[in-house]
Nanobody
Framework: QVQLVESGGGLVQPGGSLRLSCAVTGTFFRIYAMGWHRQAPGKQRESVAF???????NYVDSVKGRFTISRDNANNTCYLQMNSLKPEDTAVYYC?????????????WGQGTQVTVSS
């Protein structure tokens, strides 16, 4: 059973920083990709940052230059370093992993962690 365990959310003032972590546990062959999505109240979920095994990284335009995604492959963990946070970054952040089990790929999601940017 594959699970994603997130941590690191919280309340921060505008201009502050937070780092989110997501650890993948369970039995699998490898992780193909990991990323972070967010959903603000009344809005659709959007992809924030994604890291694929081949080294390809994508960011939504609104976070470029402020957020950095990274992976620790030895520990099956993904991080999202968020700097210069703005009130519009307030949302529930979800970790997502594409995991290879046998001949197939499966999509897994974390439980979500709240990030609130407010003075």
């Amino acid at each position: 059973q594959v699970q994603l365990v997130e941590s690191g959310g919280g309340l921060v003032q505008p201009g502050g920083s937070l780092r989110l972590s997501c650890a993948v546990t369970g039995t699998f062959f490898r992780i193909y990709a990991m990323g972070w999505h967010r959903q603000a109240p009344g809005k659709q979920r959007e992809s924030v940052a994604f890291h694929i095994n081949a080294g390809r990284i994508n960011y939504v335009d609104s976070v470029k230059g402020r957020f950095t995604i990274s992976r620790d492959n030895a520990n099956n963990t993904c991080y999202l370093q968020m700097n210069s946070l703005k009130p519009e970054d307030t949302a529930v952040y979800y970790c997502n992993a594409v995991v290879v089990i046998g001949p197939h790929q499966y999509d897994y999601w974390g439980q979500g962690t709240q990030v609130t940017v407010s003075s």
